[in-house]
C-alpha cells in the first residue's frame, strides 16, 4: 500500500502548481521519511490508541502509521484516526488510502474536512458547538503547512484565544497538536528548523517545553533532501515530543538523506541542548557527539555585553532613501557599504562595476544613520547555500577611507561598534578572526538552521576574553589574514 501511496503522492505533487502549493504552504511526505517518523513512537503495549494526522494531505503518515501497527503484531486492538484536511481534492485519496486498513483491526476513521486551526481552537476552548469528546489523543502525527502568519490575521487571533502566541503555521499546527495530547501522549512531526532559534520564535518554544519534553530529533545533511520532488531547500528536522514527559536525554539522529543508510544515533543531556538559565531558550542540535557544545566552557563563556561590544543590522535601508543614493562618492557624500563590498576579508571601496550605489550624501536626514570612520568588524546577514561557513566576517580599516569622517553600512550587514563608534584595531581583527573559525561555525550551525545571520544570533554566540581576542587579533594582523589555520588552532588550544 505505501508504494501505492508514494506512486499518487509523486503524480499529484506534479499537477499541483507552484503557486497553490506556496499558497497551501504544504507538501506531502515521501514515503521513506512517513515509515521512518511513524517508527519514532512507543506504540508496544497500548491496546487503543487515537491517532491525531492534522493536514493529513493524502493520507501518508497516518498509512505509515497503520502500517507499522501491522507489520509489528501489536496488541492493538483498536485505533481511532482523525484525519484533519481542509483540501477536499485530496479527500477521496485520503479516504481510499486508509479503508485499505480496515480489515486488520477495529479501525474507525473520522476525515474532517475543515481548517485544523479552527477546529483544534474550538475544541480546546470548549466552544458550544464544538465536539470535545475529540479532546484528547494518545499520538499525533504531523507535516504541517510552512506559511507566515500576519499578526493581524484570523488564524492570530484564533491561536491567541488559547494561550499560543506564534508566527507560522507550521509551529500553530504542533503546538494545537501538542495542547490535543493526552498525558504522556506522543507527538512526531517533520518542520522547519527555523523554531530553533530567533525572537519570534521564542513564545513557541517556550510553550512546547512548559508542555512537552523533546526525547528525539532528527536532521538531515542534505538541506534539499526531505521534499527533493518539490525543490524545497528549507532545512528541516523530525521532531518528537511527550506531553508531560521528563527532560532528561535527547536521543539525536542524523542521516545524510531519506534514505537512512548512514543513521547516526546518540544520546545528549538535554542541558546540552538547551542551556540551563537560558532566556532564548534555544535549541541546540550537534550533528555528533564531538560537536555537542557546552556552555559552561570556562575560557568562552563571555557575552557581547561583557566585552562592552555590541552588533546591530547596518542602519541604512537604501529603497528607503533612494534620493540620497550616489553611484559614487561625490563632494558632501559618505562612503555606503554592501556585503558586496567585502571579499576575502577585505574592503573594496567604491567599485564602479556593482549595481548598488556606493555613496550616501550626508544631510541632517541621513546623518542619524551614519558612524564615525574607524575600525569595524563587519558579518554579511545572509551567507550563499554553497559557502563553507555561514558566518563571514571582515574588517573594515579607517584607511580604506581617506579624508572620511562617516560611514555608512547597508542593512545586509551586521557590524560590531562601540557604542556606534570603532573598535580598536586589535579587537576588530580579534572579532573577526574569531568569527571565521570553523569552531565557531560549528556552534553557530548547532543552534541555527539558516543561511541568515542576524544581530540576534551574533549577540548569542559565546565569546573569549577580550584580552584573548585582542591577542587573535594581533596574530591576524602580523599574518595578514582573519582566515587561518594557525587562528584557528590558537583558538582549539584556548577552548580546550
Not at 83 to 97: D, V
Not at 273 to 286: Q, S, T
Not at 465 to 484: F, H, M, N, W, Y
Amino acid at each position: 500500500m505505501q508504494l501505492a501511496i508514494e506512486q499518487i503522492r509523486t503524480s499529484l505533487s506534479k499537477e499541483i502548481n507552484v503557486n497553490r502549493k506556496k499558497q497551501l504552504g504544504q507538501f506531502f511526505t515521501p514515503s521513506r521519511i512517513a515509515s521512518f517518523m511513524a517508527g519514532l513512537f512507543d506504540i508496544g503495549s497500548r491496546e487503543r490508541i487515537r491517532l491525531l494526522d492534522a493536514g493529513a494531505g493524502i493520507g501518508s503518515l497516518s498509512s505509515a502509521f497503520l502500517e507499522r501497527c501491522i507489520k509489528e503484531s501489536c496488541k492493538i486492538k483498536e485505533i481511532e484516526l482523525h484525519a484533519i484536511e481542509i483540501e477536499k481534492e485530496f479527500h477521496r485519496f485520503l479516504r481510499r488510502n486508509l479503508e485499505y486498513y480496515k480489515n486488520n483491526f477495529d479501525l474507525k476513521i473520522r476525515i474532517i474536512e475543515d481548517d485544523f486551526i479552527d477546529v483544534a481552537v474550538n475544541w480546546l476552548a470548549g466552544d458550544l458547538f464544538s465536539e470535545s469528546k475529540f479532546l484528547r489523543y494518545s499520538h499525533a502525527i504531523l507535516n504541517p503547512p510552512y506559511k507566515k502568519i500576519r499578526s493581524n490575521s484570523r488564524h492570530r487571533l484564533k491561536l491567541r484565544h488559547v494561550g499560543i502566541e506564534t508566527v507560522n503555521l507550521y509551529t500553530a499546527f504542533v503546538a494545537l497538536a501538542l495542547s490535543l495530547l493526552e498525558k504522556h501522549g506522543e507527538l512526531v512531526a517533520i518542520i522547519p528548523r527555523s523554531f530553533c532559534n530567533g525572537p519570534y520564535y521564542r513564545p513557541f518554544r517556550k510553550y512546547i517545553l512548559n508542555l512537552a519534553a523533546i526525547k528525539r530529533i532528527h536532521l538531515f545533511h542534505s538541506r534539499n533532501t526531505a521534499f527533493k520532488d518539490d525543490d524545497v531547500l528549507q532545512e528541516n528536522v523530525i521532531i518528537k515530543l511527550e506531553r508531560g514527559g521528563l527532560h532528561n536525554k535527547i536521543i539525536i539522529s542524523t542521516s545524510t538523506d531519506d534514505q537512512f543508510d548512514d543513521l547516526n544515533i546518540f544520546e545528549v543531556p538535554v542541558e546540552n541542548i538547551i542551556f540551563p538559565n537560558d532566556p532564548e531558550l534555544l535549541i541546540h542540535i550537534p550533528v555528533s557527539e564531538q560537536e555537542v557544545f557546552s556552555k559552561d566552557r570556562t575560557n568562552l563563556n563571555k557575552s557581547l555585553n561583557h566585552l562592552k561590544v555590541t552588533v546591530s543590522t547596518g542602519p541604512v535601508i537604501d529603497f528607503r532613501v533612494k534620493e540620497h543614493l550616489c553611484k559614487m562618492p561625490e563632494h558632501g557624500t559618505a562612503p555606503l557599504l554592501y556585503p558586496v563590498h567585502f571579499k576575502n576579508g577585505k574592503v573594496e571601496w567604491p567599485n564602479p562595476d556593482i549595481k548598488k550605489s556606493n555613496a550616501i550624501r550626508i544631510n541632517t536626514l541621513t546623518k542619524k544613520w551614519l558612524y564615525p570612520n574607524g575600525y569595524y568588524c563587519v558579518v554579511r546577514r545572509f551567507s550563499s547555500k554553497e559557502e563553507k561557513r555561514r558566518i563571514v566576517a571582515s574588517v573594515v580599516e579607517p584607511q580604506n577611507f581617506q579624508n572620511v569622517s562617516l560611514l555608512g553600512f547597508e542593512n545586509h550587514l551586521n557590524v560590531f561598534h562601540d557604542n556606534k563608534k570603532g573598535l580598536s584595531r586589535e579587537l576588530a581583527y580579534g572579532l573577526a578572526a574569531y568569527l571565521n573559525t570553523d569552531f565557531v561555525d560549528k556552534i553557530f550551525r548547532v543552534f541555527s538552521g539558516h543561511t541568515q545571520v542576524n544581530a540576534t544570533d551574533l549577540k548569542l554566540l559565546p565569546y573569549p576574553d577580550k584580552e584573548v581576542l585582542i591577542k587573535l587579533g594581533k596574530l591576524a594582523i602580523a599574518t595578514g589574514t582573519t582566515v587561518s589555520d594557525e587562528l584557528e588552532n590558537y583558538l582549539v588550544e584556548l577552548v580546550r
